[in-house]
């Protein structure tokens, strides 16, 4: 079975300074997408950013991107310009293609200080 | 006002209680689940469907049932079996499909407590 590893359960940042949200995963399957989802005190899931494993062109959005190494298993997102806005729970996901089975991990609290 | 609708927002449970929870959307997705969150955790899947009339378990099934007569509605029933219901739920859609990326899309919760 696929697991999510988030390893830093609570970080902070001054905002428009730059912060970095771990992510590891563990799986044999090759083909796979990963997730960086954001929940905002509103408790609403929100999709921040999408790696599709074959690619190995990091993804971006705007502030967000984030750093995919397939080998190490690892998926970081870099938030940049951190704003007031970004403070959230962010969930690292794992899905196969064509899975219904999303993985996520346990949630980084993200709080960005005025 | 396109979407995916969770109702109510807040619900509370009497023990030995049946309660359900709503999920409908107007985005003419395929494919429908139910997340339960709980503090400290990452959402973890009780129920899937792909088409009408057909659904699959997820990890933690037990003490829940869904049914799935129209495309757009997915509702979830907590039974008096599942013994620690209290959590906030989350419903997500998923068109499928080959240009689909497998996003999942989600509903605003439904937080459960018990009486």
């Known amino acids: 079975a696929q697991t999510v590893t988030q390893s830093q359960p609570e970080m902070s940042v001054q905002e428009a300074e730059t912060v970095t949200l771990s992510c590891t995963y563990d799986?044999?399957?090759?083909?796979?997408?990963l997730f960086w989802y954001k929940q905002p005190p509103s408790r609403q899931m929100i999709l921040v950013i999408r790696q599709e494993a074959y690619k190995q062109q990091n993804a971006t959005e705007n502030r967000f991107s984030v750093n995919f190494q397939k080998a190490a298993k690892s998926f970081s997102l870099k938030i940049s310009d951190s704003q007031l806005g970004d403070t959230a729970m962010y969930f690292c996901?794992?899905?196969?293609?064509?899975?219904?089975?999303?993985?996520f991990g346990a949630g980084t609290r993200l709080t960005v200080k005025p | 006002d396109g979407g995916i609708t969770q109702s109510p927002k807040y619900l509370f449970r009497k023990e030995g209680q049946n309660v359900t929870l709503s999920c409908e959307q107007n985005l003419n997705h395929d494919a429908m689940y139910w997340y339960r969150q709980d503090p400290g955790q990452g959402l973890r899947l009780i129920y899937y469907s792909q088409i009408v009339n057909d659904f699959q378990k997820g990890d933690i099934a037990e003490g829940y049932s869904v049914s799935r007569e129209k495309k757009e509605s997915f509702p979830l029933t907590v039974t008096s079996a599942q013994k620690n219901p209290t959590a906030f739920y989350l419903c997500a859609t998923a068109m499928l499909g080959r240009n689909s990326g497998d996003i999942q899309y989600f509903g605003a919760g439904t937080r459960l407590s018990v009486l």
């Open positions: 799986t044999s399957e090759n083909n796979y997408y």
């Open positions: 996901a794992f899905m196969k293609r064509n899975n219904n089975d999303m993985r």
